[in-house]
Structure formats: structure tokens, C-alpha cells
């Protein structure tokens, strides 16, 4: 029976990939010193609710900067915070959407971690070090992407239907748009991010 049930899933999923496509395409940050730290996304799709990843997703807060700048997440994930330096760090969130948190200061490779519940951004601070800032966006899909210095970006095995493809930057922004997703290959959508 267990094999039968593993059988149904995995074919189940190799179904399911069999008719998705990707999202590929670029943004542009106007007065921006890169076109990098762009989180593209599918907002929600209705009647669809996805279990957050078991593995956590990591920050890590190395040479006083955390890594990476921008963190996109599924809704429900885990993030563990690890200090690779040898000074105290601290995490902070003023704004996070399920309340603010304060996660305390730590040592070197000492690990806390935060599980970020409600779709929004949270800022990351360090109030030991005040030039130090990050942010996690937890979005209710896991089709999402975070765009390269070049501003390229790529969101693989979509399932195929009609979405709405939004973006976020923490200094610009653009327009969502409708994006039609084929059963087989790539569909190309770009961005423009303004001033907000």
C-alpha cells in the first residue's frame, strides 16, 4: 500500500512538472547602482495553499553586513540567523507583519532562528550595529526570485495558467502584470522599478 501511495505522488509530480513552464526576464532600477535585490513573484494563487519548506532558509551576518541583503521566503518558513564574525550581532525586526521581534545579541557561530508566518516584508536591524540592514519578503507562493546585479531573473517550473506577477525593491516600484504561464517553455515578462 505505501508503495502504491509513493507511486501516485511521484507520478502525481512529475505530471504536475511536465506541464509548467518558466518566467524569465530583467529589471531595470531607475538611479540605482545595480538592477540586483528584486524579489519577482506570483502572488497568490486561488484555492492553493502550500506547506513551507522543512529545510530552513539562512541569513548570515558576515564582515558586519548581512547575507544575503534580501531574502525571499514561502509563507510558514523558518530562517535561521547565524553570526560568522567575530563581534556580537544582534536581529531585529521593527515592522515584521507577525509583530515585532527581538531575537537578542549572540556570539559567533551561534544560530537563532524566527519563523516568518504572515505574508509582507520585514526589515532585519542590528542594534549593535546601526549600518547593518536586510530584509525577508514571505510571499504565499514558492514561485519567486530574486533578480542578479544584471537585473536577469528566473522563476522555474510554474504551473501553467494566468497569474499575476508582482515585485518588490525596498527603494522602487512598478506596476504588477498579468503573466500567462505555457504548459512547455518560457514566458518573458521585465520590469521598470521608479521611484515609490
Known amino acids: 500500500m ?9 507520478l502525481l509530480a512529475f505530471t504536475a512538472t511536465m506541464f509548467a513552464g518558466d518566467i ?15 524579489v519577482v513573484y506570483i502572488d497568490k494563487i486561488e484555492g492553493k495553499v502550500f506547506e513551507p519548506p522543512e529545510k530552513h532558509a539562512v541569513m548570515d551576518q558576515k564582515n558586519l553586513v548581512f547575507i544575503p541583503h534580501v531574502l525571499p521566503v514561502l509563507v510558514g518558513t523558518t530562517v535561521d540567523f547565524l553570526n560568522s564574525d567575530d563581534v556580537l550581532h544582534n536581529v531585529f525586526s521593527p515592522d515584521c507583519p507577525d509583530g515585532k521581534f527581538n531575537l537578542g545579541t549572540w556570539a559567533k557561530g ?3 532562528s524566527f519563523t516568518f508566518k ?6 532585519l536591524l542590528c542594534n549593535v550595529h546601526p549600518e547593518m540592514e536586510a530584509f525577508v519578503v514571505a510571499v504565499r507562493t514558492p514561485y519567486f526570485a530574486v533578480s542578479d546585479e544584471e537585473g536577469n531573473y528566473t522563476i522555474k517550473d510554474v504551473p501553467a ?5 508582482m515585485v518588490w525593491h525596498e527603494k522602487r516600484k512598478a506596476k504588477p502584470q498579468v503573466v500567462e504561464v505555457p504548459e512547455k517553455g518560457t514566458v518573458t515578462v521585465n ?5 515609490k
Open 161 to 165: 495558467g494566468k497569474y499575476t506577477l
Open 24 to 38: 524569465v526576464g530583467k529589471v531595470k532600477v531607475q538611479r540605482a547602482k545595480n538592477n540586483a535585490n528584486v
Open 110 to 112: 551561534i544560530v537563532k
Open 191 to 195: 520590469f521598470e522599478l521608479k521611484r
Open 2 to 10: 505505501k508503495r502504491l501511495v509513493f507511486i501516485s505522488f511521484t
Open 118 to 123: 504572515k505574508p509582507g516584508v520585514s526589515t
